[in-house]
């Protein structure tokens, strides 16, 4: 007779790994590397500093 199998533990276990899955793609798809984020940080940078030395002062 084989060892009885917990249905529950199994179930989690494929959620957990469906989850795992869907993360990876997820990572790939929106991840973006160090430089990106810097390159963007300072690109709203520049474009908030333009839009500062446009302002009329009231």
Do not use: C, W, Y
Not at 9 to 29: I, Q, Y
């Amino acid at each position: 007779m084989s060892a009885p199998i917990n249905l529950n533990k199994v179930k989690k276990e494929r959620n957990r790994a469906s989850r795992k899955a869907r993360a990876d793609e997820n990572a790939v798809a929106f991840g973006q590397t160090k430089a990106q984020k810097e390159a963007l940080q300072e690109r709203a940078a520049l474009i908030k500093r333009n839009l500062e030395a446009h302002k009329r002062e009231t």
